[in-house]
């Protein structure tokens, strides 16, 4: 009995790619095996072919788009990084990825790549996601494309988007799994050290850890340095009025208009802030983590982490404190 040939898996790039939304998405298909069945054969390519550069400053060898207009694609990725931008905007470009697309089974995008992939067409009516810093940009930009900001990774018919970097890992053990089962899948996410399926949607990684509440005109900036100076008290929109030397109706009105957030919104950001930071980087006690950062009791805390980032106290401290916990351990133990 003759196996299946292998899958051709073609990963387009351009000057200045992210090195990661190639090589992530690529050691996963690389990985992948049925015993000692061969399932997939990796190609990249660039509209010119030669050495392309990376954001990290190392080349990439590529082939020319133009010499596989007759190759049998399976999936066709698009890598993202700085320069997908000014690559969205090479009409040359884009008529090789709209080519190679059509005869392909399957199409996706990492990162920003999705600007390249909207550019060309082939997101219109689509539900997409790209990193989340540039969710807004996507959206503003291209009228027929429905962006979903909070996803990892989605798929939509032939079309597979996935968000920020490593989510282009997640998208490429979707596709494997789709392939050839979650028994093989799950194989490569352990070799890998990462999740088959990651629990949460990537607004854990975004705006709440950015203070987003701040204005570029800095207007509440020190009363918000006082509100994480004193979580411990009852920070009240009269209490905050008060700090501001405002009457409480003329500043609640005014801080919402100047960070486009509450008051009591903003107080539950930086309670939440100061509170992931204990999680990720100390062992306290949860109950201590929610006294010293002023929540009314645990649920409060945890109705805020699910709010925000979908995930409960305990959940978060494993992903984000654990692991560097352990490796602190490791090399003191050495």
């Known amino acids: 009995m003759t196996s299946n040939p292998a899958k051709t898996v073609l990963f387009v790039v351009f000057p200045n790619v992210k090195l990661l939304d190639l090589a992530g998405p690529m050691q996963v ?3 992948t095996s049925l015993g000692s069945t061969h399932i997939y054969d990796l190609v990249v390519a660039s509209l010119d072919g030669g050495m392309v550069s990376s954001d990290a400053h190392l080349p990439v060898e590529t082939v020319a788009l133009s010499k596989l207009r007759n190759l049998d694609i399976d999936t066709l990725i698009v890598a993202g990084g700085p320069g997908a931008f000014a690559a969205s905007e090479n009409a040359n470009l884009r008529d090789e990825v709209l080519h190679l697309a059509a005869k392909s089974r399957r199409v996706g995008s990492v990162c920003t790549g999705a600007f390249i992939l909207a550019k060309s067409g082939l997101l219109d009516g689509r539900r997409v996601v790209t990193h989340w810093e540039y969710c807004d940009l996507l959206h ?9 900001e909070d996803a990892i990774f989605i798929n939509d018919g032939k079309i ?3 968000a920020g970097v490593t989510a282009g890992i997640d998208m490429s053990l979707a596709m494997v799994t789709e392939d050839v ?4 899948a799950l194989a ?11 629990p949460g949607g990537q607004s854990q990684f975004s705006t709440t ?3 987003q509440y701040q204005t570029s005109t800095g207007r509440f900036d020190e009363l918000n340095a006082w509100i994480a100076d004193n979580l411990t008290a009852p920070l009240s929109v009269d209490d905050l009025a008060n700090q501001a030397a405002m009457s409480p109706r003329h500043f609640a009105r005014l801080y919402t208009a100047q960070t486009g957030a509450t008051p009591a919104k903003a107080v539950e950001a930086i309670r939440l802030k100061a509170a992931c930071l204990l999680l990720e980087e100390t062992d306290m006690p949860l109950s201590m983590i ?9 649920e409060r805390l945890r109705r805020a982490l699910m709010r925000s980032f979908k995930v409960a106290p ?6 984000f404190g654990q692991a560097q916990t352990d490796f602190k351990k490791a090399i003191n133990s050495e």
């Open 160 to 162: 597979w988007t996935s």
């Open 181 to 184: 089962g979650r028994k093989a």
């Open 209 to 211: 850890l950015k203070q």
């Open 29 to 31: 298909f690389a990985d």
């Open 314 to 319: 305990g959940a978060y401290r494993k992903r």
């Open 290 to 298: 929610v006294k010293q950062c002023g929540f009314a009791d645990s």
């Open 140 to 148: 503003d930009s291209f009228d027929e494309v429905s962006v979903e």
């Open 188 to 198: 490569v996410a352990q070799s890998l050290v990462c999740y088959l399926v990651r």
